[in-house]
């Protein structure tokens, strides 16, 4: 099956360099979506696929889904770059190549031997994640888990603004005080 | 040879599990037309028939009315990206018709020494499979809100995905009470667990005796996730014209609503899986009428029940009024969630006192 594997990977990079180079950021969202899920399909093709149902349900699904909303909310649009900016693109090109270079580097000296290694009874289900990491990994669960909950109590105070006391009454008189209010009350 | 039995067997599995799902969304549609004629105490569409025979309006709910859709004009929007505009009726669609995938039609039948499993997709995690393909339908609304270039559309489609991201968390937590006592999300699984009675009583261990507020939980949370009234705010038809689905006219608009009563089928399917027994008949063991026979009456049960449910949530939408915005979010957030999180503790809580005896 490595022509699945090589399908699967040329089909992954190509939906990540249209997320580098789309024009509008919606379009950019959507083909993260798909690398996602593709991913997943990569996971699935590794016989984990407890891990490839919660990485289509939790990123692709959820945290996608977010990032999406966002982008509709604030309304933006496509970025209108004007000019191409040359030494950016030559500094980046640069860059890329370095890092390929050092992965080429890396396969031709020490290359990867791949073993057949007969997998486990419930290999990839729930049950052995799950004990894993309620048993031996239980503390850093939670540890995460706080560490979340401090990202959205943190994300909240930061944005939240004080509310004005609403004037009293109802209908036009109540209506008049606030415009004759101001900003700071 | 084998390979080639063998995807034949999957082909046919594939069309068969596709095909009762659109089936059973098409039955629903014409059930919500004509069973909301009936509570409205109407008539309903009758005027579509060949050689004077209208049964009922199935010729106009599902012969008329797709034909009209898909000679319509292909209407494409002039402001937006007009590829974006067909792409999100096919994310609405898809993700629901794969979710009918991993759900169990009856017991493992052989046929010539073949033991096949009436399954389309036998996942060990088939539950969040099946929550991962509903997470994945909600990329249809909004997509279909934006694209849309109508701020009517879009607050429908941002209204939309709010609702559903907040009621699936509801739905994810309701169940784990339950998949503790049933000890796997593996969904063949489930339906096998409940054939049995309980220890102390003749009764058989469907999760609707396991779990009673569970069931409540789920059954609201999936109304709300598939948009089904009282919680059809997104696509209200007395306030935001169409919702999200106002610009999309034809064969598109059927698309989402196919989509729609789709996972009205899914939503049944789940809900008789995990608390209905799926394809189990009480006090009978469908397994043992024989190799093929067990899989016809549990696939025939299955459907029973399926449509059942689908009739019943076409009935609640028609007898309760809708949702304000406002109420919707805070019966999520103040209500479900806190009672979903009590109903956890106590699951395991006697779960912890019947295994320490």
């Given amino acids: 099956m490595e022509l699945a594997i090589y399908l699967f990977s040329a089909l992954t990079l190509l939906s990540a360099l249209g997320v580098v180079f789309s024009a509008k950021p919606l379009t950019s969202a959507l083909y993260l979506v798909l690398t996602l899920f593709l991913v997943a399909v990569h996971f699935a093709m590794l016989d984990a696929g407890f891990l490839a149902v919660t990485q289509v349900l939790v990123y692709a699904g959820a945290i996608m889904v977010l990032v999406v909303f966002v982008i509709m909310l604030l309304g933006v649009d496509e970025v209108n770059e004007g000019r191409r900016n040359i030494p950016q693109f030559v500094i980046a090109l640069a860059a890329v190549s370095v890092f390929v270079g050092i992965f080429a580097g890396l396969s031709y000296t020490s290359p990867l031997e791949l073993k057949n290694v007969a997998l486990p009874e419930g290999f990839g289900g729930i049950e052995g994640i799950g004990a894993k990491l309620f048993c031996e990994y239980v503390l850093a669960f939670e540890l995460a888990s706080v560490l979340l909950l401090a990202a959205i109590v943190a994300a909240v105070t930061l944005t939240i603004e004080a509310k004005r006391p609403l004037p009293e009454g109802r209908g036009l008189k109540a209506m008049h005080k606030t415009k004759n209010q101001g900003v700071i009350s | ?357």
């Fill in chain 2, 1 to 357: 040879m084998e390979l080639a039995t063998d995807i034949l067997i999957v082909v046919l599995k594939a069309a068969i599990a596709m095909g009762a799902l659109l089936h059973i969304a098409a039955l629903t549609t014409w059930v919500e037309r004509k069973g909301s004629a009936l509570i409205q105490d109407r008539i309903g569409a009758n005027r579509a028939s060949i050689f004077g025979f209208d049964l009922a309006g199935i010729f106009n709910t599902l012969v008329a009315d797709p034909v009209k859709a898909i000679t319509k004009e292909d209407w494409l929007p002039k402001g937006t990206s007009q590829f974006m505009h067909s792409l999100a009726p096919f994310l609405a669609v898809f993700p629901v018709l794969m979710s009918f995938a991993a759900m169990p039609f009856g017991p493992d039948i052989t046929i010539a020494g073949k033991t096949i499993s009436l399954q389309l997709a036998n996942l060990n995690a088939g539950l969040l499979y099946v929550f991962a393909m509903g997470s994945l339908a909600v990329y249809g609304v909004v997509l279909a809100g934006w694209v849309s270039n109508n701020k009517f559309a879009l607050l429908g489609g941002l209204r939309a995905t709010a609702q559903m991201i907040s009621y699936e968390v509801v739905m994810g937590l309701s169940i784990i009470g339950l998949l503790a006592v049933y000890g796997t999300v593996d969904l063949q699984q489930i339906v096998i667990y409940q054939g049995e009675n309980f220890a102390a009583l003749p009764i058989p261990r469907w999760g609707i005796f396991l779990n009673p507020i569970g069931f409540i939980l789920f059954f609201t949370a999936m109304m709300a996730e598939t948009k089904r009234a009282p919680f059809d705010l997104p696509e209200s038809e007395s306030e935001l014209v169409a919702g999200y689905m106002t610009e999309y006219s034809g064969m598109k608009f059927l698309l989402f609503w196919l989509g729609e009563f789709a996972e009205i089928g899914v939503a049944a399917a789940m809900i008789t899986v995990l608390f209905f027994g799926g394809w189990q008949l009480p006090w009978l063991d469908v397994a043992s009428f024989g190799p093929i026979l067990g899989g016809l009456v549990g696939a025939a049960v299955f459907g029973a029940k399926v449509l059942f449910f689908c009739v019943l949530q076409v009935i609640i939408r028609w007898t309760l009024p809708r949702f304000r915005y406002d109420q919707l979010m805070n019966l999520c957030w103040k209500g479900m969630l806190p009672i979903s999180l009590v109903n956890l503790m106590a699951t395991v809580a006697v779960l912890i006192a019947i295994n320490s005896k």
